[in-house]
């Protein structure tokens, strides 16, 4: 019999013909035929209301178009009628604005206009260009027309455009990549994956997150492609100058996201598939965790050792051993006699617990979520109607389907004794790519089914948003159990738009310089595609760091939204139960500890001046987080973000911004003394020393080891308050520090709540802005304040920094001061009321 040849997995079709893989057997038959689709001539226009557009095509290809807004338009393919319009990533109410469009017959295209943008669809064989209306500028343009194919034997498994792009565009996010943050000439894919110990160029690894920034001649673009396939993204690898993107099935379904700026584009693609909701304050504190903290009274230690060393810490995390044998929602008793009294001593302590809770669901008729869940039909089966069952923790598991509506409802519940009566308060899914242990394949075979949400699928459409379904599962459970509090949820797999169910941490790195560079560029990554509430293990989770390297490692976590230590103690990958046990004896032995003491009194120290300066920059990074929400606009960004026609700021992109106000220059290499630093245009106070500093130069930072050089844009108002041991003692406060960098003129805001539960949606909150400015010799500071939150704040040490001259003269709501004042090494400090109105200093 003649084989099937097997083609590499990034194979672009073959062309032409429609008869493959032509080993004849001898006369008419093959082992498999391919057939090729196209929309051919679009010959007419259907148009419903305003904004949407079905062209009619000669080919089976169909073409949809739907104007959003003016920068956003959705572009839709299929081979055949369009099916179902369904999203789990796209918004529901991202779809209901009508945008003023005008469409036009032309001799040779088709053309549809917004106030922005200006789309041709040419007649000959519906090819797309989309130039930006201000600028003339085309920005995406169809290099070959859409493409379909399909086989006999295998259906629907390719759909695919090709664009025109040459290497001098930028090309940025397409979320989890530890690549360099330009992937101008690469290919990747998206098919989320258990990737333990990855390298820089894995093509896969725990997310897929289908969208990408180009940046083409100054101006940026978004691309969204809403396809839960595998999907590839070819950025002229092959030096074509062609950027070709496909998937193995489903629609060609994508947004065009206009610029012109990238900020632009990142909002207007948060505007599409969501932002998450405030966290709970203690969640942006810093957390410590292993493989695995156990029993109890090695758990009450950590705890004790943390406050008797005076290093802030707002969580501990208990890994899979704290269950009974690998049964989620378990408790090993032996371990943990009382967890409720464990957990409630913690929290007396500022402790808060997070557990793991992973998918695989151990085969167990004895066990409750296994039988419950087996009663339900809750659980996958394949195309044969068997349980789909493989080894994870427990040898043989199960796993719900949470791409069922109802599965995901029950699954929520199963939260509650831990969550309502135990009092744990957060947790971690695990191994939701779903992982599953011992095959190469690493994970479901193709022909598990799923419900979609009501349209039963097979494992490749659902495989991608497989873990963000388990999330989403989890994160609605938690609110439905504890409506008043703000879930925290740490994920690992996720897709487009999981942002909205859970923070993530980017999963089995290595304790090496290489990877800390990683860390770096994955938080922005991830951050820039939608994830902004994002952090890595610290310090690496395979290998031992070095003290230094761990030193810088929690330095740069200071700015990484979510901040929490992890390793992997004395486990080795993959480990069976028999394994495990081992483990348990490697580990009375050796602990291979990261906490942030284990270095000796010198980085301990330099550790904890780290963790502190996380506490003390709260207040500004949980401002910088509602910014976030509020504008769509990433907490973490690369410096080309702040100047996009700057070529130094592509070039320095490992710097980055955190917030409006503060950009860092991490330091990921070993022993280094000094750096180049770009600062981009406009004015910049070094953070440390307050010395003024001119934009659009590069300096020669001096470097030194307990910290990170930090720059704060001038006209900058940073709040901060003094180092507390957890964010449970912030809220009593009485002072709070401003920062206030002078400037001609600058613009801040400081958000504050309750740092837990819904108050703020009824007003409990107050966002003040600052504005900066001089007047002759005198620099003015003003706040404005609204929402009605009562902060325990009395009082504000205002500390001025760049005051060209000595100042006599001090103002207060217009009432001369001359008490309260101090005059520090590079600043002057005035104590004033925390609700004042207006300082005047000169
Ligand atoms: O196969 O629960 O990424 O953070 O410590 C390893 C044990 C399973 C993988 C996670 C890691 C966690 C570990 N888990």
Redesign the pocket.
């Known amino acids: 019999m003649a084989k099937l040849k097997k083609r590499p997995l990034h194979h672009y079709a073959p062309e032409p013909g429609v008869i493959a893989e032509k080993e004849a057997l001898g006369t008419n038959r093959y082992e498999d035929v391919y057939y090729e689709h196209t929309t051919g001539k679009i010959t007419g226009v259907y148009k419903v209301g305003n904004h949407h557009f079905e062209l009619q095509s000669e080919g089976r290809a169909k073409l949809c178009l739907t104007v959003l807004n003016d920068d956003v338009i959705r572009i839709r393919f299929s081979v055949g009628e369009p099916g179902r319009d369904f999203s789990y990533a796209v918004l529901d109410q991202a779809g209901t604005q009508d945008a003023k469009t005008s469409w036009k017959e032309q001799k040779t295209a088709f053309l549809v206009t917004t106030a922005t943008l200006k789309i041709e669809i040419a007649k000959a064989d519906g090819s797309l260009t989309i130039a930006e209306r201000s600028s003339g500028k085309t920005v995406h343009q169809f290099a070959k027309p859409f493409y379909g194919r399909s086989t006999l034997n295998r259906g629907l498994e390719q759909v695919r455009i090709q664009l025109k792009t040459d290497k001098k565009e930028g090309i940025y996010g397409l979320g989890d990549k530890a690549w360099d943050h330009n992937l101008q000439g690469s290919e990747w894919a998206n098919w989320t994956e258990d990737a333990f110990a990855y390298g820089e160029n894995r093509k896969t690894l725990y997310r897929s997150v289908p969208f990408y920034y180009g940046l083409t001649h100054g101006t940026a673009y978004g691309i969204f492609l809403d396809n839960t396939y595998r999907s590839h993204f070819d950025f002229n690898s092959t030096k074509d100058n062609l950027t070709t993107i496909w998937a193995d099935g489903g629609e060609f379904d994508y947004y065009f996201i206009g610029g012109p700026l990238l900020n632009d584009v990142a909002a207007r693609y948060h505007q599409l598939t969501g932002t998450p909701e405030m966290p709970p304050l203690w969640a942006m504190g810093f957390h410590q965790c292993r493989?695995s903290y156990y029993p109890e009274s090695r758990v009450r230690e950590l705890a004790k050792a943390f406050r008797e060393k005076k290093i802030p810490c707002d969580a501990i995390y208990l890994?899979?051993d704290y269950m009974d044998g690998y049964r989620c929602f378990t408790w090993n008793k032996e371990h943990f006699p009382d967890p409720k009294q464990m957990i409630s001593d913690l929290k007396e302590d500022g402790f808060h617990t997070v557990v793991?809770i992973d998918p695989g669901i151990r085969v167990d008729k004895e066990y409750h979520v296994y039988a419950d869940g087996l009663e339900r039909g809750a659980f996958c089966r394949r195309n044969s109607g068997q349980l789909m069952v493989g080894p994870v923790w427990p040898p043989e598991c199960v796993w719900p389907d949470y791409t069922d509506p109802g599965v995901r409802d029950w699954w929520g519940t199963l939260y509650e004794e831990l969550y309502n009566d135990q009092g744990v308060s957060g947790f971690w899914n695990?191994?939701n790519e779903p992982?599953v242990f011992k095959i190469n394949h690493l994970t479901f075979p193709d022909d598990v089914g799923h419900n979609f949400d009501g349209e039963p699928t097979h494992h490749k459409k659902a495989h991608n948003i497989y873990g963000m379904q388990m999330t989403r599962a989890s994160y609605d459970g938690l609110k439905a159990l504890q409506p008043a509090k703000r879930p925290f949820l740490l994920g690992?797999a996720s897709f487009s738009g999981g942002q909205r169910y859970a923070s993530l941490w980017t999963?089995?790195n290595v304790a090496s310089w290489e990877h800390l560079r990683i860390a770096n560029r994955q938080c922005l990554r991830m951050a820039i595609s939608g994830f902004s509430m994002v952090g890595t293990?610290i310090g690496g989770?395979v290998d031992d760091p070095s003290p230094e390297m761990l030193s810088r490692w929690l330095q740069l976590a200071v700015f990484h939204p979510f901040m929490r230590i992890?390793s992997?103690g004395n486990?080795s990958?993959?480990a069976a139960e028999v394994e495990a046990e081992e483990v348990k004896q490697a580990e009375k032995l050796n602990r291979q500890d990261q906490e942030p003491w284990v270095h000796g009194k010198l980085h301990t120290k330099r550790n904890r001046k780290a963790i502190e300066m996380r506490y003390q920059l709260l207040p500004y990074l949980y401002s910088s987080f509602r910014q976030h929400i509020v504008t769509g606009v990433p907490v973490l960004r690369n410096l080309f973000f702040y100047d996009q026609t700057d070529a130094n700021c592509l070039k320095y992109a490992d710097q980055f911004l955190y917030g409006e106000d503060l950009m860092v220059a991490p330091v990921l290499d070993k022993g280094i003394k000094s750096m180049t630093v770009y600062l981009p245009g406009g004015d910049w106070y070094d953070f440390w020393t307050g010395e003024l500093l001119q934009g659009k130069q590069k300096i020669n930072a001096k470097v030194k080891p307990e910290r990170l050089p930090i720059y704060v844009r001038a006209g900058a108002v940073i709040p901060t308050v003094d180092v507390v041991q957890c964010t449970a003692d912030m809220n009593k406060l009485k002072h709070i520090e401003l920062s206030v960098f002078a400037a001609d003129s600058g613009k801040s805001t400081f958000y504050w709540d309750a740092g837990e539960g819904y108050g703020y949606a009824a007003g409990q909150y107050t966002e003040r802005t600052f504005t900066v400015s001089r007047k002759g010799k005198k620099t003015i500071v003003r706040q404005s304040a609204t929402g009605n939150y009562n902060a325990s704040f009395r009082d504000a040490q205002v500390r001025i920094v760049g005051l060209t001259q000595p100042p006599t003269d001090f103002t207060v709501d217009g009432v001369q001061r001359t008490t309260g004042i101090f005059y520090a090494k590079r600043a002057v400090v005035i104590t004033v009321p925390f609700d004042f109105e207006e300082i005047t200093i000169g």
């Open positions: 493989w890994d899979i793991m695990d191994m992982a690992r999963g089995d293990d989770f992890h992997m486990n990958d993959g």
